[in-house]
DNA sequence: AGCGGAGCCGCAATCGATTGCGCACTGATG
DNA sequence: CATCAGTGCGCAATCGATTGCGGCTCCGCT
């Protein structure tokens, strides 16, 4: 275990340590003499001298340390979003420190209190719900907080977030451009606030086409798959002609809805299209692979934390929010067998 | 911002700081008279006092908090293997750092540099390639090292993995107890052990059946879904009768192998069985549904942190390398189109 | 009353790096 | 030769929490 301190180099290179540490520190090395740079820099490098960023945390009152707080790390659209954040740190000398919420009020709680205690510079946090806002209130007092995919309506947290209304618009569009009249939509559980966008996103879209939005029930929480081949059972056993496609608010909804057309004989896109939301990265690999629309989830991650680094920057700047568009990915269950999808990787 | 100090607390207890620091802390307030100790408990609350934990980790040599770097943040199997290691670690007080070395040793050199500056208590490092191995080796000179996932052959570095051997032999048995004879496997780069490992468990697993195994090339590193369908394609163009099964080295060249033998007009299993390997999310929702390999990542994860604390509390100790053996997960790939898969969700 | 000992707690040093202040030295100038 | 500007660098304080050491208090016992 090695022990060399910035004390040790500066003995070797036979200058004070304060010294030592200038010539050490990039920016100040115009504080001493070019030789004596060299000396200190090589003996830092005979010793093999790796600074202390504990130490130099506690003097200067920044770690260089930023928190990530995840409702989910299971979750496939979590993966991007920390990348991008990551990317952007790096380089920056920044890393990140990362926990997990499990959409529970309590361990957000907890969680925001040991990073702050851990004197993080800046907490990035991920689906935040609406029971978290207290404790975030809380910790925003003592480190700048900025929100990613989930946002806290007039709570004035800056956040950076997808547009699931235009998503939802989007998906609207696609179908009428493929000549869709009778479409419905497979709604996820409305207390979430992204499900309700894509939601009025579709519906406000399809009116503007003078298109009537066929609902069924919302769906439940879980398990989702499930809902959406209930939900696809459902239009196509009510009365009267079923939709030519349907939207499904996620893309385990939509292989349900997969499910429940084959097991009623009817194929896809064939008898009805159908879109997903998400691009999992299954949505490349299911039969028929699926139409879907992408979140930007590792630009949303870079948004993030280059929010996150203006407000250590300046902690009185207010942080702008913002809201990315998605993309529409093309794929087969719209487009038939034999047009050649647009590949988006 | 609060800058609500031990001294603060103390002042307000009336008493001196380091009698604040006792009453405080759990392990010491023993030492400390009990109403003294409900005094300081009243005070800190009072103010809302929160720990330093950069002060106290440069005082006590010990920051609480543990590395972890991944090769990459995006494959999709790291994600459990995280989470089991955050699970564990939850409730120790402990934290994870986490950070990517995108499979370049460079990269992992100056990530554990970066990792060691911190004074992190140790490093799980999960997906370790034979170039690391110096960077590791100057690494564990300063904090105790696990490796997750892959390991490195005689550096003595304590390593959990899952045992990729035992998971080539399930699947070699596997396909012979459906009637396989003819059995090729698509190998992934050799360079990697996990690959060199389920290749030979594989091979030798047929030699104890007297089946030969009909080898390909290796393929490249990526894209790794190209390279399955590459490979699958020299099987079924190459001379003599091809194989009617094969063992693809992950699930992505099983989907390249799917593509090869729809483009050839084969089909899956009917002419060809495919099995794959790691469970990949998207295994269950392809079309076929792919039979494959399961690594048990979030049990990997908790033995590598609970490894990781062990050698926090005794660094003398050698730490204890662990394989955790996989499962067969048998889907439609397999089992052709109307045999009931058995579901292991 | 005096002594021993246990229990509590304060003092001050410590962890390692950073930085404001100011001394010392150089060279130029009057 | 004295003074001044200017540069280079050392001293000591600082960040906040922790802890070895030693002192004080109080109790019980003789």
Redesign the pocket.
Known sequence: MS?V???DVAARA??????A??A??PD?GS???VD?VERVRAAARELG?Q??AI??G????RTNTLGIVVADLGNPFIAPVVRGIENHLEGRGLMALIAESRDDPDRMLRVLNNLAARRVDAVIVTGARNGDERALRRAQRQVPIVLAVRYLPGSGIPAITHDDERGGRLAADHLVEHGHRRIAQLRGPHDISSFRERADGFRTRLQEHDIPTIEVEEGARRPILEEGRRLMDMLLTQQGEPPSAVFAHNDLMAVGAFEALASRGRSCPGDVAVIGYNDTPMAAFTHPSLTTVRLPGYELGRMAADTAVMLIEDREQPGTSLSLPPVLVPRHSTLGWHAAPTPQE
């Open positions: 022990k301190t910035l004390k036979g200058v004070h340590p304060s010294t540490s200038r050490l520190d100040k504080l001493v003499r004596t001298y600074g202390d130490a130099s506690l003097r200067r009152g």
